[in-house]
């Protein structure tokens, strides 16, 4: 599985952004895709995911309310919608994939700078 993250950007704080995760070569229909931040200096947080198959959907609550994760699976594609973006919103996003939702996170895309101006 090859995953590529696209849509980041500079926005002002209280804009939006939406965030694309494409994945190409072999998705599992019992997996899930993850959204991942990460802020220089500092570990990697766990933002948010979808589950392939129902489209069950999990938020951390830092964000719950805000960002909204969906999937086109005839397109092979998660979205991350970004709403009411804060300036600690800013960190370099991910997308990762695992071959069955629960489990660890097997595959991992590049990421994409969102950055939130004050």
């Known amino acids: 599985v090859q995953l590529q993250a696209s849509g980041g950007g500079l926005v002002q704080a209280g804009g939006s952004l939406k965030l694309s995760c494409s994945a190409s070569g072999r998705t599992f229909s019992s997996g899930a895709v993850g959204w991942f931040r990460q802020v220089p200096g500092k570990e990697r947080e766990f933002v948010g995911s979808?589950?392939?198959?129902?489209?069950?959907?999990y938020y951390t609550d830092s964000v719950k309310g805000r960002f909204t994760i969906s999937r086109d699976n005839a397109v092979k594609t998660v979205y991350l919608q970004m709403n009411s973006l804060k300036p600690e919103d800013t960190a370099v996003y991910y997308c990762a994939a695992t071959v069955v939702a629960g489990t660890k996170w097997d595959y991992w895309g590049q990421g994409t700078l969102v950055t939130v101006s004050s």
């Open positions: 979808i589950t392939w198959r129902f489209g069950s959907t």
